[in-house]
C-alpha cells in the first residue's frame, strides 16, 4: 500500500493543473474512477466560469442505504508546473521553484488509494460518493457551483486540511469580501498639489484608521490590495481597495464590517471625496459538535487505526463551508499539508498512509442504527 498511495500522489502532483486549467487532470481521474467501476458524471461549471473543465461527481454503489461522500479539489496555487517530487527522510518535497501540490492532491491520492484498496479487496462498504472540485483555490469556486440535485449523501469529509492527521476540522468560519472605489480629483502634483483630492491618501487614512488582523478571538480582518494612480506628477483621483473579514460569530463579523466601512466613510467626507463600497459574503461558517454521531464514526475510526483523532477549529476556508451551507454535514479531514501555498511545501508519507486508514475504516464499518 505504501509504494502504491506514494506512487499515486507523485504521478498526480506532475500533472499540471493550476486553478483553471484542470482538464488534463480531471480526465486522467475520469478514467481511473471508470477503471474501478465508478459511474462518474460531470457538471456544468465550466459553462459558469472560465475553466477548461467541470467538476467530478463519481458513485460507488454500497450495502445499505447508508451513503456518504469523500471530497478533494483538483486545482493547485501558483507555481504548480512542472512539478518534481522527490523523498527525503520520510517526506515528499518538490525539487523546483514551485509549490508540491499535496494541496490538495494528497487528498485525491488517498481518495483514490482507499477505493482502490476496498474494491480490489472486495471489501463490505458504505455507497461513496466522490467529488472532485475545480478551483478552488480560486474562491471555493468549483463547490460554489456544484450541482447539488446530482449528490444524495447528507454526511461527507473535505480532504484538505494541513496539520497533523488526525484532526479534524469541525469549526471554520465565514468570510465576508469588503471593496471601496475612492474617488478624489487629478491635479499637476507640481504646479498645483492643492487642487487635487488624492484618492490614495484618502483610502490610507481611511486603512490606518481601522482594527486589523486579529480583531478578536473570533475576528480577523486584513485589507489586501490597493490600486490606483497613473504617475507620479499627476494627483491620483481614483483608487480601489479590497479587503476580508472572518469570524466564527456573524455578529462580530457584521460589526467589524460596519467599522471598516465607517472609516472608508468618514476619510471620504472629510476630504471632500466620493466613493462606493461594496462587500459579499464568499462563504458560510460551521460549527459541529464533537459529541456529533458522525464526528464520533470518524474518531472511531482513526483509533482503531491507532491513530489519536482530535477535533479542532481552523480559520481557513474551504469546501466543507459551502457544503455545510448547502445543509449537507461535512468537516475537513487534516491530510499532513505543511506549508501550503508556498515553495517549502511538503508531505509526510506517513501522513497519506495513515490518512487512507482512515477513510478506509469510516467507508468499511457500517453506521450504526
Same mark, same amino acid.
Given at each position: 500500500?505504501?509504494? #502504491? ?60 442505504? #447508508? ?47 482507499? +477505493? ?23 474562491? +471555493? ?18 480532504? #484538505? ?18 471593496? &471601496?472605489?475612492?474617488?478624489?480629483k487629478s491635479s499637476h502634483a507640481g504646479i498645483a498639489p492643492e487642487k487635487g483630492i488624492n484618492a490614495i491618501a484618502v483610502a490610507s487614512e481611511a486603512i490606518s484608521k481601522m482594527r486589523l488582523s486579529n480583531v478578536d478571538r473570533e475576528t480577523t480582518a486584513n485589507i489586501g490590495t490597493m490600486n490606483g494612480g497613473d504617475a507620479t506628477n499627476v494627483v491620483p483621483d481614483n483608487v480601489n481597495v479590497t479587503g476580508e473579514v472572518r469570524s466564527f460569530k456573524d455578529k462580530n463579523r457584521g460589526k467589524q464590517i460596519d467599522h471598516m466601512k465607517e472609516c472608508i466613510d468618514n476619510s471620504i467626507n472629510k476630504h471632500k ?45 474551504? #469546501? &466543507? ?41 469510516? +467507508? ?6
Open positions: 500500500m505504501k509504494e #502504491d498511495i506514494v506512487g499515486k500522489f507523485k504521478r498526480y502532483v506532475q500533472i499540471n493543473s493550476e486553478s483553471g486549467n484542470e482538464k488534463e487532470f480531471a480526465n486522467l481521474l475520469i478514467n481511473e474512477l471508470k477503471n474501478l467501476g465508478l459511474s462518474v458524471v460531470q457538471d456544468q461549471f465550466k459553462k459558469l466560469h472560465h475553466s477548461n473543465t467541470s467538476n467530478i461527481i463519481a458513485t460507488l454503489e454500497g450495502s445499505g442505504e #447508508d451513503s456518504i461522500f469523500l471530497c478533494a479539489h483538483m486545482d493547485t496555487v501558483k507555481p504548480g508546473i512542472n512539478i518534481e517530487p522527490y523523498e527525503k527522510e520520510g517526506n515528499i518535497y518538490s525539487k523546483g521553484d514551485t509549490i508540491l501540490g499535496a494541496d490538495d492532491k494528497a487528498g485525491v491520492a488517498v481518495i483514490m488509494s482507499t +477505493l482502490e484498496k476496498i474494491i480490489e479487496e472486495k471489501t463490505p462498504h458504505r455507497r461513496v460518493e466522490v467529488i472532485f472540485t475545480v478551483h478552488e483555490e480560486g474562491s +471555493l469556486y468549483g463547490s460554489k457551483a456544484l450541482d447539488y440535485d446530482l449528490i444524495q449523501s447528507k454526511e461527507g469529509l473535505v480532504l #484538505d486540511s494541513s496539520g497533523e492527521v488526525g484532526g479534524i476540522v469541525t469549526k471554520a468560519p465565514s468570510k465576508e469580501k469588503i471593496s &471601496a472605489e475612492v474617488i478624489g471625496a466620493e466613493g462606493k463600497i461594496t462587500t459579499e459574503l464568499l462563504y458560510k461558517g460551521y460549527d459541529i459538535s464533537e459529541k456529533d454521531n458522525f464526528v464520533q464514526e470518524i474518531i472511531k475510526s482513526g483509533e482503531e487505526a491507532g491513530i489519536e483523532m482530535f477535533t479542532r477549529d481552523s480559520k481557513g476556508g474551504s #469546501d &466543507a463551508n459551502v457544503f455545510n451551507g448547502h445543509g449537507i454535514k461535512t468537516v475537513n479531514l487534516v491530510i499532513g499539508t505543511q506549508n501550503a501555498h508556498t515553495m517549502d511545501e511538503y508531505i509526510a508519507i506517513d501522513s497519506l498512509i495513515n490518512c487512507s486508514k482512515i477513510i478506509y475504516n469510516l +467507508l468499511t464499518i457500517q453506521k450504526e442504527s
